[in-house]
DNA sequence: CCGATCTCAGCAATCGATCTCATACAAGGG
DNA sequence: CCCTTGTATGAGATCGATTGCTGAGATCGG
């Protein structure tokens, strides 16, 4: 296949190169005539401008990265598949990147997003690190981060209502006859996973309940210890929550491998709002985080950002999900 | 910051542009002595080559496009995770392609791929139609596909054994005391969807057990059909064979919800060999593919492909990995 | 009928790199 | 001492597009 160039085009139509870049990116600076002309000949021959070249001389380019620590990880996937419908409702190119947790590809990630002429990028952090990463590349290029950001007001977010989510599972939990009711921690760093920790110890302290902790630690295992710390109490709760709903379904499993059912002895209650929960064994009851419109939204504040320069916060509210992971306790 | 191009480097180190290029990409070209030091300035200035330039004059770059599905399916994520990996282990940059199984994004992905001059490109298809939409491109661009590839043997494929993973499976369940054996099919459309159910089918009759298909449909629901299915029929097997893991957490839930326990009531298997598994409930025994590998070995193809034009297919070996949904009988 | 105004298309420089070719200088052979 | 050979760097065209500037015609009012 002869390389196609917008030259080759040109030429095909009897042109100027230049009228061809015109009828495709300033379609009102070219006879109507002469473009659909142009149009049907590129057509014909099957032409598609290089986003490369066009990248390098515009100086901006429609590729935007979206960066998460792991994919593997269904929430970021979620997030993944809604922004990358998002991104392309708006004519943009979403480009997936996973740094394994490892901050130094997230600089990597900048970098190369500062050598792709992005517009802007999207960042979903596991851990307050990658923030800092941020601060050392002065960004002509910004990011929105989809979380909260402490101390730095100058980047855009969008989060849901971490203290809001809590309450919800809670107020549920209580509904259901629930008075004491136990915690169990995500995935550490993020300033997220630090809120709904924080709204629970908050929030059982201000009903007069003691707070139960059945772990608090940062990785996937968070579930099989707690499931260990639970069996070990005395008088456990008769209610879980869980930071998010990986952790949840390792609490079931963890707990089912021991003989405690769920819901008919212990309650769980998840945070996220995954599709996989509704497969899970039980279905999962969680605080649903309205993931796609977290998407949508993060792209519109980088584009707000871009055009007048404003920086929002966005804070949007989660809501209940009942499945079938909870119930009354068993009396 | 002021732009950092090749010039701004060059004229910093007191020498042609052309030298700072080679003194990167052909280090021999240039005496060592010179080519530290413009390293080290580059280094200073905070300097890195512009892929986008690099890939518009080489007329080939490094990206490489993994184009699957849907991201949010945990094996193609299992899948592009280890892949990102594999793939910058060599120096590439791994773009993730996700097409919701839009045929038209797959072309919009082709096309793209091409104007990016990506050396190659992995498919991991859903349907069959993605390796029609490839003979649409004459791909001086090659693709490797993760899967098997019907009358086409042009392209090179990893896959792995379906037989041989199906019968593990039976022979894991047979030597459990399970002489009825049922089936619920995966996601219809894939070649190796086809292959499993094929090979539980002639497996089946080859040991003389009447095959007990739940569920043949293409969707995730077919989890539910499939449960609802057993529960109808009068004498139901004893064990199931899922397509694979995601379709046996939807079997198990769906069970779940209807009163039948696992691996109490009837043992189910499934194939794939998700890391989610582990923290299913039960546990999922599964067959495993080595999803890693299978990263690796896509990448390693298509280089030897590139190098010599051979074109490879290989078929990896399952193996089975026992954790909790498997038991003996309910006699 | 003429100059002013407006459209529309061509020209050429440019984005940041690569690569072929040419040039400069050093070393080695006869 | 001159010519060959080789090494190291510089010059400049080029990849595929964009865009400010220029000029050719068309339109229009007086």
């Not at 590809?105 to 990463?133: L, N, R």
Request: with cysteine; proline share 6%.
């Amino acid at each position: 296949m002869p390389d196609l160039s917008i030259d080759v085009v040109a030429k095909a139509a009897g042109v100027h190169r230049s009228t061809v870049s015109r009828a495709f990116s300033r379609p009102e600076a070219v006879k109507s005539e002469t473009r659909e002309h142009i149009l049907r000949v590129a057509e014909g021959l099957g032409y598609t401008m290089s986003p490369l070249a066009q990248a390098l001389r515009r100086k901006t380019s429609t590729f935007i990265p979206l960066i998460v620590p792991d994919i593997t990880n269904p929430f970021f996937a979620e997030l993944a598949k809604t922004m990358t419908q998002a991104a392309d409702d708006r004519g943009y190119q979403l480009l997936l990147c996973v740094t394994n947790g490892d901050p130094a590809k997230t600089d990597g990630y900048f970098t190369a997003m500062q050598a792709m002429y992005a517009p802007f990028g999207i960042v979903a952090p596991s851990t307050k690190v990658d923030t800092e990463a941020m601060k050392r590349f002065d960004f002509g290029h910004k990011v929105v981060v989809i979380d909260r950001v402490e101390g730095d007001d100058a980047v855009p977010t969008v989060t849901v209502d971490s203290r809001r989510g809590i309450k919800i599972a809670l107020e549920h939990l209580h509904s259901l006859g629930h008075t004491s009711i136990g915690y169990v921690s995500g995935i550490a760093g993020t300033h997220t996973a630090q809120d709904r920790m924080d709204a629970y110890l908050e929030l059982s302290a201000e009903s007069g309940i003691a707070p139960v902790v059945l772990d608090s630690g940062s990785d996937l295992d968070a579930g099989t210890r707690g499931a260990e710390h639970y069996l070990e109490i005395d008088n456990p709760p008769t209610a879980i929550i869980a930071a998010n709903d990986m952790v949840a379904f390792a609490v079931i499993s963890a707990l089912g491998q021991r003989g405690v059912r769920v819901p008919e002895d212990v309650s769980v209650i998840g945070f996220d709002g995954l599709a996989l929960g509704a497969r899970f064994n039980p279905p999962l009851t969680t605080v649903r985080q309205p993931i796609a419109d977290m998407g949508h939204i993060a792209i519109e504040l980088a584009e707000k950002q871009n055009i007048d320069g404003s920086v929002d916060h966005i804070v949007l509210e989660p809501e209940l999900l009942v499945r079938g992971s909870t119930s009354g306790p068993r009396k």
